[in-house]
Structures are given as C-alpha cells and as structure tokens.
C-alpha cells in the first residue's frame, strides 16, 4: 500500500482510480481476517465468562455499533453528496445489523434462527469476498465494511455461545418464508432503479455466484444461487446439531 493512497480515505467508488484496492486473499485482505478472527475469539471467551449482566452489556453495544456504522455511512453519503439509491440497507448484510438489534431487543426465536442460519454465512461470506475490494486498504468503507460485518459475526457468536440461539431443522420455513418475503420486493426494487442488492440483479465480482452466472446465465444463475442458500441453510442446522451433540434431534419433525 502507497502512502500516497491515503488522500483517497473519503474518496468515493465512483471516484476510485483503478488499481489502488486490495487483493482478494492478498496480504491485506488476510491480515485483516486474521484480525477479525482474533478478535471474535478473544470475544466469545470473554463473552462465555461474563455474568448475564455482562453478557447483556455486551449485546446491547454489540448490536448498537451495527447501528451507528449504519448512521455514520449514511452522514458519509451526504456529506460527500453521493445518491443515497446504492446505499439503502437493502443488502442482507445492513439487513442483519438492525435485526442483530431488533433480536438483541425482542429475543424472538425465530429471528435468532435467521441471523444464524442466513446472516451468518452471508456475513462471513462477505468478509471472504468483500465487495469494497477496489477501496485502498485503509479507506473509510473498508474501515467501515471489516468492522461492521464482524460486529454481526460477534453478535451472533456470541448468541450461539450462551444457547440463546439454538438453530432447529423444524424452523427452516420460518427462514425460507423471511427470505421469500424480503427478495421479492428486492427484485423488484433492482429491476426497476437498475442497481443489485442481495446479489440479485447480477453476480457480485470476484464472487462464487460469477461462476454460477457463466455457466447458467443471467437471471439463470439465480436458480443455483436459491440452491446454494438452501444448502447453506442445511448445512449450517446439521453442523449447529453435530457440534451441540445434539444428533439424536427428529429432522423435519
């Protein structure tokens, strides 16, 4: 990284050179998983240590930084004068911070299997494949992107710790009926002001789901994506199941 990539810190996309970003699994993008993984370690030992009033101080500025990532990016739009149309917290990933907060609020069972069975992955898958790649390694929404993102992780880790999260095969619907009610209008909403939320106008760059549009098409690609989701929702209960101890649980009953 060049100093001199520092005069773009508040730059925005549509203003980037090309060339400055950070590499997929390059150093950078490695140093900072290796952070974020340390850190969401360090988080859930203390977490699993702390009595149930740290545990719930905890959440609660857990939950509220997701929010105040959210406001500080929203005051960074406007104050660079950026449209506001590309940065509705329509992506899965903004969804999950503020159901972090209304789960950290309500303790509803039903969203606590959603964030772990859906904005989990999605939110690790993020980190692996950061769309904000093409921003120098230290600029303000790669700040922003890591840092948020791994408040979800930690959040949610930390639930899936104390048990307040318990993923069961027999709520899947639950899951599948969120999902099919937020994507629809979501669809709708990037078909009509041409723009790609939740990945499902167009693949995201650098992503698995370019491979599944190469090969099935565009909107073809979006039957594997469906599948690669509902997969991921399998995959995600039965290793909660395995590593809880829990396999003697019915499936589906």
Known sequence: MKLSYLSYFFTY???????IGFALFGPWHLLWLSVIFAICVRYVWIYKKGDERKKRRMDGLTACSLVVWIVVRAIYIAVIHE??????????????????????????????QVLYTICLPGTV????????????VIHFITLEGFLFHMGIVLYVAGKLASHEIQPDF????QVVLFLT??????YWFDKRYDVNYMFVNWPS???PLVWLADRMGNPGYLIGYA??????????????????GRRNQKLFF
């Open 227 to 244: 599948a690669l989701v509902f997969l991921c929702m399998l995959l995600m209960d039965a290793g909660y199941l395995i590593v809880a």
């Open 125 to 136: 898958l993020a980190l692996l494949f950061p769309n904000w790649n093409f921003y120098p």
């Open 170 to 173: 027999a709520k899947l619907w």
């Open 83 to 112: 449209a506001f149309l590309y940065e509705l917290p329509f992506h899965l990933c903004s969804m999950a911070g503020i159901l972090c907060v209304v789960h950290c609020l309500t303790k509803w069972k039903w969203l606590g």
């Open 205 to 207: 760059a650098g992503s």
């Open 181 to 186: 009610a937020v994507v629809i209008p979501i």
């Open 13 to 19: 996309e549509t203003h980037i050179p090309d060339g």
